[in-house]
Nanobody
Framework: QVQLVESGGGLVQAGGSLTLSCAAS????????MSWYRQAPGKQRELVAS???????AYLDSVKGRFTISRDNAKNTIYLQMNSLEPEDTAVYYC????????WGQGTQVTVSS
């Protein structure tokens, strides 16, 4: 059974920090990409950060320098360290995994108050 278990969301004041984690299990085949997306109310889902198995990373321009994605390949777990959070970062954050097929987590709410 495939599981993507996300944790770490919550309410934080502007300027604060949160760390999200996503542990994947039961996935057949090699995981090539693990990413975080987010979706704010009334907006499209957007890619926040991504890390390939070979270590290459990509970030949304608005989070560069504030967010850091890391990955533990042995544990099939990714993390998103979010610093200097802004109210505009408020969204549901989703874990995404690409293996033979694509998998999505259930989402975790991040709310940044001003």
């Amino acid at each position: 059974q495939v599981q993507l278990v996300e944790s770490g969301g919550g309410l934080v004041q502007a300027g604060g920090s949160l760390t999200l984690s996503c542990a994947a299990s039961g996935i057949a085949g090699s995981i090539t990409v693990m990413s975080w997306y987010r979706q704010a109310p009334g907006k499209q889902r957007e890619l926040v950060a991504s890390k390939n198995r070979d270590g290459r990373t990509a970030y949304l321009d608005s989070v560069k320098g504030r967010f850091t994605i890391s990955r533990d390949n042995a544990k099939n777990t990714i993390y998103l360290q979010m610093n200097s959070l802004e109210p505009e970062d408020t969204a549901v954050y989703y874990c995404y995994v690409r293996a033979r097929v694509d998998y999505w987590g259930q989402g975790t709410q991040v709310t940044v108050s001003s």
